[in-house]
């Protein structure tokens, strides 16, 4: 199972919860999963959210592998000037 | 609109264009002689981009109409290398890295070359003095400075 | 990818060439947004708003369609409406029913300076009459210009249906307040109940402008069966032709964008402005048309950054350990919502190693241009509030401020309040490189201040493409996507390609591709050109070179494991008993033809693992006690870069990035007038540093290099930019002994701080 942590803003489309445990094997299945979880979030995916797994930060890499121990980070995508 | 004739030197060139009263030397470079080596960042006179020598005098060409250059001569950057050879301060500026993107540096390089002909032997303060009327935005003018000093050196022979 | 190469092999990447693009910049050759004709064009002009906010009744373009020589007008009604719809492009999210509203007003008008129409006509005077004959009827509305007067209930709304996202439970009633936002890590209030010393202070900063010295320009051609072609000074023609084609429900094989030289972006150009107005005015008169923007138009109605109000509550134990951090930050986005208060929120406080965070930030609408991204977009502005508050907590520690830094230093492992661990970071080198520098011990004199800060931002990956093309001769040709914003990546990214093929730099050509000859890029923006296009063309030499070895395999017979890559020659492996005569790059290129074809490699990648960065900065400044006159003495910046490619133009990122923080510190800002109208739309008015103004900027390349890229890459171009504002600050307080917390400390603001000051 992956540790699954939401940044804080992300609390209010879950319902408050930021820490889960997923069976994930990358990051489309972690989305698909965490959609079905919190339909509100789910809108936001894909287009406003970045991945960090075991502290490398993923953008727009749906099929970016998930080990199963792997501590996984949401928080908003970044870009810059 | 009516356009006036107008008969001028450019870089050593005789050359005749057609402007409307209220057109500028820079839209005459630009627009009728296809000289676009001469930038507008402005239009105002503030930035230095639209530098030329007009009569040997260093002026924005934004602030100059275009009829008033009938009979006159005018160096642009396109007249600064003179055949193979680049101008040592162009050369110095690819040296020193002096440019990013570039689009104030022909107005930098003829307002730095105006500078050395007035002054051979500037100091570090008189170079930004001299160069603070061309804004730029990509560099902090750091390698400007050392590349002008460079090329004065080089131009001494010192 | 990571095989990374050691520094000891290098020959190539850490040199200092001449760039390929210097000769076409020295001889006014370089051809730029506004240089570039088509026969036969228009010239296109935009009608724009006089007022801050007004409803558009109605828009009566016959008169101006009657006059002579006029050839077509659009207004709101050539372009369709637009449902609400995200697309990443730059710094935040962009709504596409925002952007066309943007381009070009609807219902109403929300800033001075908004599109309302605009001409296609044969000269610029007869475009400019046009203009003139253009009636609009306006429903003047009141305005609101203030952030923090646009968060008031009461304030005058610009978005009737905009309620504020972020908030639960839902509110009932419309704000400006777009977003609430909220990052939060540990307990704060335990956390400053610890604390023996407690800072807290509020900060404002002006909107300022990403200042480039080339105005938007660009020239559209559009055919009779829908073809378009389109030249444009951008940062990205890829997110151009998107949302061109989006924007006009266009196929997006049917717009071809050609990037022309740019002068100077720094965010500014990441979003389209005249491009689709353009088009549609090609598509109308059946010619080119070309649209050049003037200052006063890039001043009104482009860029701006937001200006931010930022509240900063910092406490601390007696030894020097920060308990607990929070800081509200309230943006300026401008008339459509989009500040970068995510991003400044996220980097904040990530410098530093806390347990108890609380980040809340407010993206709010006003009656000012939308704003745009700007070299690093909002962390200047979150960290001069937090760099200002740390600096005065070190001074009531009386801890040195590096000390103070490195006792509470964010470390690789370290835990962001925002989501990932640290990687591999370089922050605290660099501060310990400032510690050790001259200059952090030279003696002041008097009136004169010293200031430290420092910066952290993310930088990006993305999707990139390249192709590098072995020409018969065994000579280069590297087509990038990623453009050169002109920081000289395209330099850098040639020498890593010549460095990979062991061949000399001289002998590859970069050029930039447009829209028709590569993959998808991603906008040049996130300090993501090196990077990014860096890690592709690596990918795509190598490429070629897997391609190059299974021909010389071929052409000598030989297995391909036997053959590997050396010094600019297919040769026998080390160790292996398979001999054969190596080939170089150029015998290979000339057989080529004759054995299967012309050889290249390609990379289509989404680039990942981007390095980030941090920078430490050093000012000394004068204060003139009569006039409120700031002047800078000395600067340095130091940065950890990865790895430097090119050392003289990283210096130069640095060196820019500092003069941009330093008119943002002491001069820029956007003045309006009670009627909402922008005052100062000039260089003359808007005053951006001068060489005059500044002193020669020290750099010092700190390298720590990221271990996911095949050199060490971190991206270095927007770090620069956001420590000066606070190092200013600090400097200046030093000097006077009173904490300034508003910019710019230009010299009345200055001036009336020194005479407010209490006996």
């Given at each position: 199972m992956a540790r699954i942590s939401l940044s804080s803003g992300l609390a209010l489309y879950t319902g408050g919860e930021t820490a889960i445990e997923l069976e994930v094997g990358n990051v489309r299945q972690l989305f698909a999963a965490l959609g079905e979880r919190y339909p509100e979030l789910a809108s936001r995916l894909e287009t406003e959210i970045a991945v960090a797994i075991d502290g490398e930060i993923y953008q727009d890499a749906l099929l970016q592998k998930i080990a199963g121990a792997s501590e996984v980070f949401l928080f908003p995508k970044i870009a810059g000037g | 609109m009516a356009r006036h004739h107008v008969r001028a030197t450019v870089n050593g060139d005789a050359v005749e264009f057609l402007c409307e009263t209220g057109q500028t030397l820079l839209e005459a470079l630009r627009?009728?002689?296809?000289?676009?080596g001469t930038k507008e960042?402005?239009?105002?006179?503030?930035?230095?981009?639209?530098s030329v020598m007009l009569d040997g005098r260093l002026v924005?060409?934004?602030?100059?109409?275009?009829?008033?250059?009938?009979?006159r001569s005018i160096e642009t950057i396109?007249?600064?290398?003179v055949g193979e050879a680049l101008h040592p301060l162009q050369q110095k500026f690819l040296e020193h890295a002096a440019?990013?993107?570039?689009?104030?540096t022909p107005g930098i390089l003829i307002a730095a070359r105006a500078l050395l002909e007035r002054n051979p032997d500037p100091t570090e303060a008189e170079v930004r003095d001299g160069l603070a009327g061309n804004l730029c935005?990509?560099?902090?003018y750091h390698k400007i400075v050392e590349a002008v000093l460079a090329a004065a050196r080089e131009m001494r022979g010192a | 990818m990571s095989s990374a190469i050691g520094?000891?092999?290098?020959?190539?990447?850490g040199s200092r060439p001449l760039r390929p693009d210097g000769v076409d910049k020295v001889t006014g050759r370089a051809r730029y947004g506004a240089d570039v004709s088509l026969p036969g064009q228009l010239i296109g002009k935009v009608l724009r708003s006089p007022h801050p906010h007004a409803r558009i009744l109605a828009i009566d373009t016959s008169l101006a369609l009657a006059?002579?020589?006029?050839k077509a007008v659009v207004t709101r009604d050539d372009f369709p409406d637009m449902p609400d719809e995200y697309a990443a492009a730059g710094e935040l999210t962009i709504n596409y029913r925002d952007v066309t509203r943007n381009m070009m007003a609807r219902e109403?008008?929300?800033?001075?300076?908004?599109?309302v129409a605009a001409v296609a006509a044969i000269s610029e005077s007869v475009a400019r009459e046009a203009l003139k004959l253009i009636k609009v009827d306006y429903q003047v509305l009141p305005h609101v210009i203030d952030v923090r007067e646009a968060m008031r209930p009461d304030a005058p709304l610009l978005?009737?249906?905009?309620y504020t996202e972020g908030?639960?439970?839902?509110?009932?009633k419309p704000s400006n307040i777009a977003k609430r936002l909220e990052f939060s890590r540990g307990d704060v209030a335990a956390g400053f109940a610890r604390a023996e010393v407690i800072v807290e202070r509020e900060f404002n900063t002006q909107p300022v402008h990403q200042g480039y010295i080339e105005p938007q320009a660009c020239l559209a051609s559009t055919t009779e069966d829908g073809q378009v072609e389109l030249w444009t000074s951008t940062q990205g023609h890829f997110m151009f032709r998107a949302q061109c084609a989006k924007l006009l429900q266009?196929?997006?094989?049917r717009i071809r964008v050609t990037p022309t030289e740019?002068?100077?972006?720094?965010?500014?150009?990441n979003n389209i402005y005249n491009e689709p107005l353009a088009i549609v005015l090609s598509r109308k008169s059946h010619r080119p048309v070309k649209m050049v923007m003037s200052r006063e138009e890039v001043f009104r109605a482009t860029g701006p950054t937001s200006g931010g109000n930022v509240k900063v509550r910092l406490g601390a134990t007696?030894?020097?350990?920060?308990?607990a951090a929070f800081a509200e930050l309230n943006f300026q986005a401008g008339a459509y919502p989009g500040s970068s208060v995510a991003p400044a929120s996220m980097c904040a406080f990530t410098r530093y190693d806390l347990d108890n965070v609380r980040v809340i930030g407010h993206d709010v609408t006003c009656n000012r241009p939308k704003v745009a991204a700007y070299r690093a977009p909002g962390a200047p502005i979150a960290a001069f509030a937090v760099e200002s508050a740390i600096d005065e907590l070190a001074g009531k520690l009386a801890i040195d401020p590096i000390e103070f830094r490195l006792k509470n230093a964010a470390r690789e492992g370290t835990q962001t309040y925002y989501g990932p661990k640290l990687g591999t970071i370089g922050y605290v080198e660099t501060l310990e490189a400032a510690r050790a520098h001259p200059h952090y011990r030279a003696p002041l004199g008097p009136d004169q201040g010293r200031g430290v800060a420092t910066g952290f931002w993310f930088n990006i990956g993305g999707e990139t493409s390249a192709t590098v093309n072995i020409n018969e001769d065994g000579t280069v040709a590297l087509m990038h996507?990623?453009?050169?914003?002109?920081?000289g990546s395209r330099a850098a990214m040639a020498m890593m390609v010549a460095e990979e093929l062991g061949?000399?730099?001289?002998q590859v050509r970069p050029i930039v591709g447009d829209t028709a000859v590569l993959g998808f890029n991603f906008i040049t923006?996130?300090?993501?050109?090196?990077?990014a296009g860096g890690m592709a063309c690596v990918t795509a030499a190598r490429q070629a070179i897997d391609r190059l070895r299974t021909r010389v395999a071929a052409i000598r017979e030989v297995?391909?494991?036997a053959v590997i890559w050396k010094d600019g020659q297919a040769r026998p492996?080390?160790?292996?008993?398979i001999r054969f005569e190596p080939m170089s790059l150029a015998q290979i290129a000339r057989l080529a033809g004759k054995t299967g074809g012309t050889i290249a490699g390609h990379a289509e990648i989404n680039a990942q693992g981007a390095g980030p960065g941090f920078g430490t900065h050093i000012v000394d400044v004068a204060v003139?006690?009569?006039?409120?006159a700031i002047r800078v003495l000395r600067y340095t910046a130091v940065q950890?870069?990865?790895?430097?490619?090119h050392p003289a133009y990283v210096e130069g990122q640095l060196q820019g990035g500092v003069a941009q923080g330093i008119g943002w510190a002491l001069n820029e800002e956007y003045v309006y007038g009670a009627d909402g109208?922008?005052?100062?739309?000039?260089f003359l008015d808007y005053r951006i540093p001068v060489a005059s103004d500044l002193p020669y900027i020290d750099t010092v390349l700190v390298e720590v290099p990221n271990p996911n890229h095949p050199y060490g890459v971190r991206g270095c171009g927007?770090?620069?930019?956001?420590a000066p504002l606070a190092a200013i600050a600090n400097a200046v307080s030093h000097a006077l002994g009173i904490r300034l917390c508003d910019l710019p400390l230009s010299p009345p603001r200055v001036a009336r701080a020194i005479a407010d000051r209490p006996a």
């Open positions: - | 627009d009728e002689l296809r000289l676009t960042g402005c239009g105002t006179g503030d930035c230095g981009a639209c924005c060409s934004c602030l100059v109409l275009g009829v008033e250059a009938e009979g396109e007249g600064m290398a440019l990013q993107c570039g689009i104030c935005r990509c560099t902090g | 520094t000891e092999d290098l020959k190539i990447v006059l002579p020589g006029v109403k008008v929300l800033y001075d300076g908004h599109p978005h009737e249906a905009q908030v639960s439970p839902k509110p009932d266009m196929e997006v094989s740019i002068g100077g972006g720094f965010g500014g150009k007696k030894d020097g350990r920060i308990t996507g990623t453009l050169d914003v002109a920081g061949i000399p730099f001289e923006a996130g300090s993501r050109g090196t990077f297995p391909v494991e492996a080390e160790g292996s008993a003139d006690r009569e006039t409120g950890d870069v990865g790895r430097a490619i109208v922008l005052q100062n739309p000039g927007e770090v620069p930019i956001i």
